[in-house]
Protein backbone atom coordinates (compact mmCIF):
# COMPACT_ATOMS: atom_id res chain seq x y z
CA UNK A 1 0.00 0.00 0.00
CA UNK A 2 1.31 3.60 -0.89
CA UNK A 3 -0.28 6.37 1.94
CA UNK A 4 1.23 10.28 1.35
CA UNK A 5 0.53 11.85 4.81
CA UNK A 6 0.74 15.19 3.00
CA UNK A 7 0.84 15.73 -0.76
CA UNK A 8 -0.14 18.39 -3.63
CA UNK A 9 0.25 18.11 -6.91
CA UNK A 10 0.93 21.55 -9.34
CA UNK A 11 1.49 21.45 -12.85
CA UNK A 12 2.27 17.94 -13.02
CA UNK A 13 4.63 17.88 -9.49
CA UNK A 14 4.51 16.48 -6.46
CA UNK A 15 4.99 17.58 -3.55
CA UNK A 16 5.20 15.86 0.12
CA UNK A 17 5.44 17.79 2.98
CA UNK A 18 4.81 21.05 0.58
CA UNK A 19 2.40 22.53 -1.38
CA UNK A 20 4.55 24.54 -4.03
CA UNK A 21 6.86 21.48 -4.87
CA UNK A 22 10.24 22.98 -6.91
CA UNK A 23 10.05 19.98 -9.14
CA UNK A 24 9.05 17.26 -10.30
CA UNK A 25 9.22 15.72 -6.87
CA UNK A 26 10.16 17.39 -3.90
CA UNK A 27 10.12 16.02 -0.25
CA UNK A 28 10.57 18.32 2.07
CA UNK A 29 12.21 18.05 6.29
CA UNK A 30 11.80 14.07 4.97
CA UNK A 31 14.03 11.15 3.88
CA UNK A 32 13.54 8.87 0.47
CA UNK A 33 14.06 5.14 1.28
CA UNK A 34 14.83 2.23 -1.21
CA UNK A 35 14.23 -0.72 0.95
CA UNK A 36 15.89 -4.03 -0.79
CA UNK A 37 13.61 -6.55 1.53
CA UNK A 38 15.88 -9.53 0.43
CA UNK A 39 19.32 -10.29 -0.69
CA UNK A 40 18.52 -11.01 -4.02
CA UNK A 41 17.15 -7.63 -4.52
CA UNK A 42 19.13 -4.66 -5.55
CA UNK A 43 18.02 -1.67 -5.55
CA UNK A 44 18.92 1.33 -8.07
CA UNK A 45 18.23 4.62 -8.96
CA UNK A 46 18.84 5.56 -13.09
CA UNK A 47 19.53 8.77 -14.63
CA UNK A 48 18.28 7.65 -18.32
CA UNK A 49 17.86 9.62 -21.77
CA UNK A 50 14.45 8.58 -23.76
CA UNK A 51 15.37 5.64 -24.89
CA UNK A 52 15.56 3.98 -20.87
CA UNK A 53 17.45 1.77 -18.80
CA UNK A 54 19.07 0.03 -22.18
CA UNK A 55 19.79 3.76 -24.04
CA UNK A 56 22.86 4.42 -25.21
CA UNK A 57 22.99 7.13 -22.02
CA UNK A 58 22.71 7.65 -18.83
CA UNK A 59 23.89 6.65 -15.09
CA UNK A 60 22.74 4.75 -11.96
CA UNK A 61 23.51 4.38 -8.12
CA UNK A 62 23.41 0.59 -7.60
CA UNK A 63 23.25 -0.83 -4.21
CA UNK A 64 23.73 -4.93 -4.17
CA UNK A 65 22.23 -6.43 -1.46
CA UNK A 66 24.37 -9.89 -0.86
CA UNK A 67 27.59 -8.13 -0.51
CA UNK A 68 27.31 -4.41 0.65
CA UNK A 69 28.52 -3.04 -2.91
CA UNK A 70 27.66 0.79 -3.74
CA UNK A 71 28.21 1.21 -7.25
CA UNK A 72 28.26 4.41 -9.47
CA UNK A 73 28.08 3.54 -13.21
CA UNK A 74 28.41 5.67 -16.47
CA UNK A 75 26.90 4.82 -19.41
CA UNK A 76 27.94 7.24 -22.14
CA UNK A 77 29.25 6.59 -25.84
CA UNK A 78 32.59 8.30 -25.66
CA UNK A 79 35.72 8.09 -23.45
CA UNK A 80 35.26 11.69 -22.93
CA UNK A 81 32.57 11.68 -19.99
CA UNK A 82 33.18 10.73 -16.88
CA UNK A 83 32.44 11.95 -13.03
CA UNK A 84 32.82 14.86 -11.90
CA UNK A 85 32.59 16.26 -7.76
CA UNK A 86 32.42 19.69 -7.70
CA UNK A 87 31.74 22.73 -5.20
CA UNK A 88 30.25 26.32 -5.84
CA UNK A 89 32.08 28.81 -4.85
CA UNK A 90 29.17 32.56 -4.93
CA UNK A 91 27.40 30.10 -7.23
CA UNK A 92 30.21 29.62 -9.42
CA UNK A 93 30.79 25.94 -9.77
CA UNK A 94 34.37 25.01 -9.49
CA UNK A 95 35.31 21.00 -10.65
CA UNK A 96 37.36 19.30 -7.69
CA UNK A 97 37.67 16.02 -8.47
CA UNK A 98 36.87 13.63 -11.73
CA UNK A 99 36.99 10.07 -13.25
CA UNK A 100 37.29 10.40 -16.87
CA UNK A 101 38.01 6.85 -18.53
CA UNK A 102 39.70 5.23 -15.79
CA UNK A 103 41.77 8.56 -15.02
CA UNK A 104 41.36 10.38 -11.31
CA UNK A 105 41.91 13.91 -11.93
CA UNK A 106 41.90 16.76 -8.91
CA UNK A 107 41.83 20.16 -10.18
CA UNK A 108 41.28 19.14 -14.13
CA UNK A 109 38.27 17.83 -15.91
CA UNK A 110 40.79 15.47 -18.60
CA UNK A 111 43.22 13.74 -16.50
CA UNK A 112 45.73 12.29 -18.67
CA UNK A 113 47.10 9.86 -16.30
CA UNK A 114 46.11 7.12 -13.66
CA UNK A 115 46.18 10.32 -11.29
CA UNK A 116 46.33 14.04 -12.05
CA UNK A 117 46.96 16.79 -9.49
CA UNK A 118 46.75 20.46 -10.94
CA UNK A 119 47.21 23.62 -8.51
CA UNK A 120 46.93 27.27 -10.09
CA UNK A 121 47.02 28.51 -5.97
CA UNK A 122 50.58 30.75 -5.56
CA UNK A 123 53.52 29.78 -2.99
CA UNK A 124 51.27 26.67 -2.33
CA UNK A 125 52.71 23.10 -2.92
CA UNK A 126 50.54 21.26 -5.18
CA UNK A 127 50.76 18.08 -3.20
CA UNK A 128 51.70 16.69 0.22
CA UNK A 129 51.88 13.54 1.33
CA UNK A 130 52.96 12.41 5.11
CA UNK A 131 52.63 9.96 7.22
CA UNK A 132 51.64 10.53 10.58
CA UNK A 133 52.92 7.03 12.21
CA UNK A 134 55.49 6.82 15.16
CA UNK A 135 58.99 7.24 13.95
CA UNK A 136 60.71 4.20 12.75
CA UNK A 137 57.25 3.10 11.29
CA UNK A 138 56.51 6.04 8.91
CA UNK A 139 56.96 5.20 5.47
CA UNK A 140 56.51 8.23 2.46
CA UNK A 141 55.89 7.31 -0.96
CA UNK A 142 56.90 4.32 -2.44
CA UNK A 143 57.37 4.39 -6.63
CA UNK A 144 57.21 0.94 -8.75
CA UNK A 145 58.98 1.22 -11.94
CA UNK A 146 60.62 -0.92 -14.73
CA UNK A 147 64.25 -2.31 -13.90
CA UNK A 148 66.26 -0.97 -17.20
CA UNK A 149 67.80 2.09 -18.82
CA UNK A 150 64.29 2.69 -20.45
CA UNK A 151 62.28 2.90 -17.80
CA UNK A 152 61.44 5.94 -15.47
CA UNK A 153 60.97 5.27 -11.88
CA UNK A 154 60.90 9.31 -10.99
CA UNK A 155 61.31 12.15 -13.29
CA UNK A 156 61.48 15.85 -12.49
CA UNK A 157 60.58 18.95 -15.40
CA UNK A 158 60.07 22.40 -15.17
CA UNK A 159 57.45 23.91 -16.97
CA UNK A 160 59.12 24.04 -20.31
CA UNK A 161 58.91 20.28 -19.88
CA UNK A 162 62.87 20.44 -19.42
CA UNK A 163 63.74 16.92 -17.21
CA UNK A 164 65.54 18.71 -14.17
CA UNK A 165 66.48 14.99 -12.62
CA UNK A 166 65.70 11.82 -13.88
CA UNK A 167 66.34 8.10 -11.81
CA UNK A 168 66.05 5.20 -14.07
CA UNK A 169 64.76 1.46 -13.71
CA UNK A 170 68.49 0.45 -13.54
CA UNK A 171 69.36 2.66 -10.61
CA UNK A 172 71.07 5.77 -12.54
CA UNK A 173 70.16 9.17 -11.39
CA UNK A 174 70.88 12.07 -13.65
CA UNK A 175 70.69 15.66 -12.48
CA UNK A 176 70.50 17.88 -15.85
CA UNK A 177 70.93 14.88 -18.16
CA UNK A 178 67.74 12.14 -19.31
CA UNK A 179 70.53 9.83 -19.71
CA UNK A 180 73.02 9.42 -17.02
CA UNK A 181 75.83 7.20 -17.80
CA UNK A 182 76.98 6.23 -14.02
CA UNK A 183 74.76 5.76 -10.90
CA UNK A 184 75.18 9.13 -10.57
CA UNK A 185 75.49 12.10 -13.17
CA UNK A 186 75.32 15.87 -12.87
CA UNK A 187 75.33 18.44 -16.14
CA UNK A 188 75.12 21.76 -15.60
CA UNK A 189 75.26 24.64 -17.61
CA UNK A 190 78.52 26.97 -18.51
CA UNK A 191 79.60 28.31 -14.67
CA UNK A 192 79.63 32.19 -14.77
CA UNK A 193 80.80 34.91 -12.50
CA UNK A 194 84.03 36.48 -11.48
CA UNK A 195 83.96 36.66 -8.22
CA UNK A 196 85.92 33.51 -7.39
CA UNK A 197 85.92 30.31 -5.76
CA UNK A 198 82.87 30.08 -2.72
CA UNK A 199 80.72 31.73 -5.05
CA UNK A 200 77.69 30.19 -6.07
CA UNK A 201 77.62 31.83 -9.37
CA UNK A 202 81.53 30.63 -10.11
CA UNK A 203 81.02 27.42 -8.69
CA UNK A 204 81.20 24.16 -10.44
CA UNK A 205 78.14 21.66 -11.48
CA UNK A 206 78.33 20.72 -7.50
CA UNK A 207 78.80 23.36 -4.92
CA UNK A 208 79.49 21.78 -1.71
CA UNK A 209 79.15 24.01 1.84
CA UNK A 210 79.13 23.16 5.30
CA UNK A 211 77.26 24.71 8.68
CA UNK A 212 80.52 25.41 10.15
CA UNK A 213 80.97 28.53 12.23
CA UNK A 214 82.15 31.49 9.72
CA UNK A 215 85.96 31.75 9.80
CA UNK A 216 86.25 28.05 10.51
CA UNK A 217 87.78 27.85 6.93
CA UNK A 218 85.88 24.26 6.90
CA UNK A 219 83.85 23.46 3.42
CA UNK A 220 81.85 20.77 2.23
CA UNK A 221 83.97 17.45 1.77
CA UNK A 222 83.34 14.11 -0.13
CA UNK A 223 84.27 10.75 1.42
CA UNK A 224 85.74 7.83 -1.32
CA UNK A 225 85.58 4.12 0.11
CA UNK A 226 85.85 0.69 -0.87
CA UNK A 227 85.90 -2.60 -0.06
CA UNK A 228 89.40 -3.10 1.65
CA UNK A 229 91.71 -5.11 0.31
CA UNK A 230 90.30 -4.39 -3.33
CA UNK A 231 92.02 -1.46 -3.82
CA UNK A 232 89.83 1.25 -1.63
CA UNK A 233 91.11 3.76 -0.14
Keep these: SLKFLSNQTTDNKIGIG???PGAKLEIKDGDLWLNGATSTYNPEIFFIDDAGPTGIAGAKIRYENNNGNL?????WDTTTSGFFFRNRVDGTPLNTMSLVNGNVGIGTTTPGEKLTVISSTANTWATSIENTAANGTSFGLEIVAGSNSGDKALAVRNKSSIDLMVVRGDGNVGIGTVSPYAITQINGATPTGTTGYGDAANSGQLYLTSNAA???QLGGRIAFGGIAGNGGG
Aim: hydrophobic content about 25%.
Design 71 to 75: YFDHK
Design 214 to 216: VGS
Design 18 to 20: TNV
